[in-house]
């Protein structure tokens, strides 16, 4: 699978005279930061300079959640949706990434240990100019829904806390807003497409155990009841993902994450 992926890009990369942005998209847990990894280490052994970017990196910090759930709605407060991200950085940082002069990028990190930003010490100093953005993440290119399908509720979360619709469609405009434009910088997009929303929570409890926790200063695991909330806020928009498949070329994976059936879903030459 990492060779067509290459392949596409090296197709995407034809006549650029900037670095290009490549979209990689998945459910939690479906293998979309490894498989990220492993094209960033191919790429980078070809002579690219690469910069891998994770949205996950950008959520706001755990004071401007707090913030956003005071302002807006009290789910905020938790991490995941589009709302939860700084926007603003994530423009900013591509904006350095991209330019052609030579000067030294930091890309921020969070720590899910913790639920907040890393001190800006542990922050990666990548220098510029480079060839390639790798950006993944859970909703990287995802659109905004119709209307009317924000009426129904899709879970327990959103009909006993959001009863009123206030937050989904908080959601539903930041992806169609700020999220939008900066989505539209993408010049590739790839989408690891689950097939379906049931086998994410097996993955996420997978990620949940292999987080590293340092006694005293991390929070402790999530209970299976916690975790089930959490995910509950992450549903609706992995659903309509799974649905849309807002995505170049589209590759279904099965609940090993293997790799089923490469569906582009336009021409390159």
């Given at each position: 699978m990492d060779a067509r992926?290459?392949?596409?890009?090296?197709?995407?990369?034809?006549?650029a005279d900037r670095a290009i942005v490549v979209g990689l998209c998945g459910a939690q847990g479906s293998g979309k930061s490894t498989t990220a990894r492993r094209l960033a280490d191919a790429l980078s052994a070809r002579g690219l300079k690469v910069a891998l970017l994770s949205l996950d990196d950008f959520y706001l910090t755990q004071v401007e959640r707090r913030r956003?759930?005071?302002?807006?709605?009290?789910?905020?407060?938790?991490?995941g949706v589009p709302g939860t991200h700084d926007v603003s950085?994530?423009?900013?940082?591509?904006?350095?990434?991209?330019?052609?002069?030579?000067?030294?990028?930091?890309?921020?990190?969070?720590?899910?240990?913790?639920d907040d930003r890393a001190s800006h010490h542990?922050?990666?100093?990548?220098?510029?100019?480079?060839?390639?953005?790798?950006?993944?993440?859970?909703?990287?290119?995802?659109?905004?829904?119709?209307?009317?399908?924000?009426?129904?509720p899709v879970n327990d979360l959103e009909r006993l806390e959001d009863a009123s619709g206030i937050w989904r469609r908080y959601v539903?405009?930041?992806?169609?807003?700020?999220?939008?434009?900066?989505?539209?910088?993408i010049d590739i997009q790839f989408l690891l497409r689950a097939q379906?929303?049931?086998?994410?929570?097996?993955?996420?409890?997978?990620?949940?155990n292999r987080?590293?926790?340092?006694?005293?200063?991390?929070?402790?695991?999530?209970s299976d009841a916690q975790l089930q909330r959490f995910i509950d806020h992450y549903e609706r928009l992995t659903r309509w993902i799974i649905a849309d498949q807002p995505a170049d070329?589209?590759?279904?994976?099965?609940?090993?994450?293997?790799?089923?059936?490469?569906?582009?879903?336009?021409?390159?030459?």
């Open positions: 992926i290459i392949a596409a890009i090296d197709a995407a990369r034809t006549g956003l759930a005071e302002r807006v709605h009290p789910l905020f407060v938790t991490r950085l994530m423009q900013e940082t591509f904006d350095r990434l991209t330019r052609q002069d030579a000067s030294r990028v930091a890309l921020p990190r969070f720590d899910k240990t913790i542990v922050w990666e100093i990548v220098d510029t100019p480079i060839d390639i953005i790798l950006f993944e993440g859970w909703c990287v290119g995802a659109r905004a829904q119709p209307e009317q399908d924000l009426i129904d539903n405009t930041a992806l169609d807003d700020a999220y939008g434009r900066l989505f539209s910088r379906g929303f049931e086998q994410v929570l097996h993955w996420r409890r997978e990620q949940e987080l590293e926790r340092v006694p005293g200063h991390s929070l402790p695991p999530l070329i589209v590759i279904d994976i099965d609940a090993t994450r293997r790799p089923l059936l490469w569906r582009p879903t336009r021409a390159f030459s």
